[in-house]
Structures are given as C-alpha cells and as structure tokens.
C-alpha cells in the first residue's frame, strides 16, 4: 500500500489528493492509507495534510530507497525490481551484507545500499569512513560463468562505469582510474571499489562488488589525514551537493550496460573503456606488492587486468596485484 | 589424560603396564585411568585388560586421529600440533567444515578429516561417493600472501603431493595427473581436489584445499556408473588394503615440503613436478569451458597452471578452467 500511495503522490504534485479519493482508488480503509502516510513521513518524505484538500508531497528525501531509484532504471541484470534493491539505514559494511544474502542464493544483479556503513571497509581490511547521507555506499552481487582468474577486469568494469556516470552528471570534473580502481579528482580519491569473491579454483560461485563515493562531504565531515588524499564531489563541484539518487540511477545503468557487454564481447571494450579514463598509463610509478617495491614506467594494461610496468633495464614485470604511487616525473 | 595414556600404552606395546602404574606416572585418580581406557576402547583401540597384569594395547584402529598421524608429521606449517587437526567421524563436507572454521579465524595449516562425508563434493557441485573409512577425506586451510590470480598453482600443487605420496608408498603403481587435478590410475579416477576460496580482486583471505582418494573401496562399493570411471588403491594394489594413517602423514609432509617451497621459491618446482607426473601434455584433447569446446594437442603448463593448448590451424589457447578429455590417438 505505501509504495502505491506514493506513486499516488508522486503523480499528483504538487497537487493534493484526498485520502477518501486514495483509499477509493486502491481499495483501502481509510486507517491504512493513514497509516502509510505516517510511514512515509517518518522515512522523511515531507507530506502536508490538509483536513479540506488532502495530502500532498511537497519534499523527496535524498534516501536512496528503491522507489526513488528504480523508476530511471533501464537495466537487464541489475536491480531489474524492487525486490533486488535492499536498503537500510545504516549496516556495518554493504559487503558483508551482501555475502551474506548471495551465501542464501540472492540472485545476480542483487543490490545493498545503505545510508551508513559504521563497519566500511576498503582494500586489505582497511577502515573506509561512510556516514550517513554523505556517500554512495553500495554493493552489486554478480555471477559471472567464469574462472575467479578473470574477476580484475570485473574491478575495471565497475572503476570505468563509476567514472561514466560522473561524467555523465558533473561533466566538468577530471576524473581519472588509477590502477587498479581508485578514482581520483585532482590527485584526491574520491572512490574505492571493494570486489570479494567466493570460488572454486576454476569457478566463480559470486563476486560483491562494493563501491564508495564521496558524494557530500564537507571539509569536517573527513579527518585531517584523510582529508589530504580524499575529496567529495561537493567540494569539487563549487561546493554544490550532488543528488545521490540520480547518481546511483546512471551508475546501475552504466554498470548494466558494461557487465552485458562483458558477458557478450569480452573484456575488450572494458579495456578500452578504462584506457580512456585512467592516469596511470603512461606514468612513472611504484608498485607495492607482497614480494618487492618495483619502479618504473606504466606501459600497457594486459587483456587480463594487469598493469605492464616498465623497468630502468627495460624488463617489463606484469602486476595483478599492487598498490601504485604515481611519482611526479619533473621535466618529463 | 586420554592421550596421554594411550601413548604410555603405545610405549609398552606389546607389554603390559598396570592402572596404578599410569595413575602415579600421570598423577591422576585410577577411576580417570579407567575412564580413558573407556573412551579409547569406544573410540576403537582394542585394549586388553588384565586383573594381574594391567593393561595393553593389541589394535590400532585405522582411523584418522590426531594422535595416529602427529606422530609421524615434521611439518613446519601444516597441521604442526594436534590442535590443528579436526577429526570428525561423520561430516556434511570436509571443504564446508573447514571453511566455517577459516571463517572464525583458524590458523593456516589446519586440516579436517574424517572418515565420512555425506555431502561430499567434487568440482562445480558434483557429488563425491566419501562411504566411511573408504578413503581418505582431508580438507587443508592455507593463507598464502598472494592474490586469487595464483590459486591454480595451489591445485597443481595438492596434485603433485598425491602423486608423490602415493610414489612413496605404493611405488609399483602407475598415477597420472589430467589437467588439472585429477590422479589416475589405468585411466579411472583414484582422487579428486576441490580448492575454494575467498578472496579481495587482488588478495586471498583463504584457500581450502579438498582432497579426496578411494583407499580400500571394493567393486562394491562404487555404483555401477562410478566403477566404470573410478577406482581405488585397494583394486590396484593387487587387492590389499592400505593404511590411511601412514597415507595420511606422508600426504601431509610433502603438502608441507611443496607448499614452503612455492612460498620461497615461486611455483618453479611445483610446475616441474606437475608435469613430471602428468599424463595431459602431449596428448590430444578436448578441453570443454562455458564458452566452447576445443580440440588439440595439450603443449604445455604455463607457469600460472593455464593449459597451452594448439589447435589444429596452430593457434594456441590458454585454458585456465576446463573439463578436459583424453582423446584415444589411434596410430599417433
């Protein structure tokens, strides 16, 4: 009944509609389209009540609850109902939420978003700071037909779709991939993708694909620290806020359309799709790994996800794994 | 005190030694003394008890317990104490049982065994005949510091060790490994792995490595279907049993030895034992993967475990998963 009394609402404004007209309509007591009224205020849309006119929606909350992103959705695999959107307030990590569904066979495409992550985490384990309302904290589950060899081009797929769809909404940011799947304005990371899989050696069971954005954060709303190697598209944009709900729309679509594609052509349009975007190729840089710290140039990124990184001798060392500093190259 | 006294008991074997004897020697009551003769008598050991003369052990079951494989470990990583070992009579799946201990943060190195698993399972799901002290049923936890990209040298690994033990101790039988980690003897199938994993795009949090070998089954003890593919070491062994506890040391020592190279040497040693015992390279197959069927001649192991493939036009294809048949060479 409340996602119908909203579509209801939603359809009327800025007009009112009666409750007697809405009860009617859906063939409803009058107590239960109260009820829903209180329901969806208290999930903070604004909703004024006039005893002569009826209800009217006059503010849609910044949430990012299905029925306020589904309806610009033109996916294929992803979130393709409401169902497959799982909201909440607040989680400890969408992730973990997410294994945790895919574990009791939650179908592809399934989606977590949450408002909060008090638990967040990025790469290796590390603290990834989410709060309320300020970020776009979302998990994708995916059930590719593959070996788990092929997931880092899953982490491609996900660093270009993020860096489309700001394209696509605040066209006049530099957003560039550092490799693997940093997206960085101005040299400050702006999102991290988080992918975790469960497998067989040759065999995929699911990857969760977890993506970070700041979207709204203020200068406070970071630590000193982190506020010199993080940013917000806020504060980038000329302190203007972005709205989450249209962002989290084009990105879902922009993931649908890269992941179909995937699955249709290979990862070659992946690559090409993040050759396009990224500022690591062509860089001076170190990789950090398990095994060494290795310097020299970025040349290429393999059809496999790795980085070819060339050395002073001329060796060329393929990296899966790593973390990359882009090192100032003075005088080129 | 139950382990205890069974190794006092296993020091005077074929001897005697008297309750009171064990009671002082461990300062513990008599009644405790009686208990764990109790309990080790119900645990199978046939322990002979004599008013006058004490007690002495006559049988040692061949079950898989900690105390009947430690004994003959020198291991450095694997299963190094008896914590580590968890044996069970009865299981679901050796893999699933391991994983939920993985999950609650159990060391590298701990394994699962037991002597039957009634949800076994083989690769992609598949069921795997476990009837208890068939075989052996043995799940392995490791946490190597390398990303997911490397899991199938671990396969090739666990099926080296088999091939090896097995060398050891029954040399005049001839076991060859199919692409990637099948062991066979006179083309039917003597033992399965099945690794799992859980892992970041670019860091493994676990392996589990499944190992599962017919031992004594007889004719019987397969369905028809499964005699016609499968076999075990008791029907190639000219019909004698063999001792799972002495398979079961030997197994965990060169998974040992295997595994504390690659980690210091790289997979240099691993590929070079996987293809000594192989019975892939050379011959004509079909590989068969999500995306086709290939036919062609099985060239060679890449380093990261890919099978080289040529077709008949020349080209050649790394396969990283597959279902790989033999193809019979009729006159080369």
Known sequence: VRHKIL???????PSYISGEEMAAFLAVSRTSVWKS???LQSDGYVIEGSPRLGYRLLIIPDHLYPAEITGNLHTKRIAVNREMIHHYHQVESTNTTLKNLADKDAPEGTIVVAEEQIGGRG???RFWLSPPEKGIWLSLLLRPPLPPQD??????????AVAKSLKIILPELAVGIKWPNDLLINRRKVCGILTELKAEAE?????????GINVNFREKDFTPELRKI??????????????RQRLTSVLLNELDKSYTELLSDGPRSIIGQWKKDNITLGKRVVVKNVREAFEGKAVDLN??????????NGIRKHFHAGEVTLVPMNGG
């Open 203 to 211: 065999f995929l069971h699911y990857l969760v694909i977890g993506i």
């Open 303 to 312: 059809e496999d996800g790795s980085l070819i990184v060339e050395g002073k």
């Open 151 to 160: 997931t880092p081009v899953f982490t491609l797929l996900a660093a270009a």
């Open 7 to 13: 579509e209801l609402l939603r359809e009327k404004k």
């Open 123 to 125: 790469r290796q384990g």
């Open 37 to 39: 009224i209180q329901a």
């Open 230 to 243: 993080a940013t917000s598209l806020y504060l980038e944009n000329g302190r203007k806020n972005v709205s």
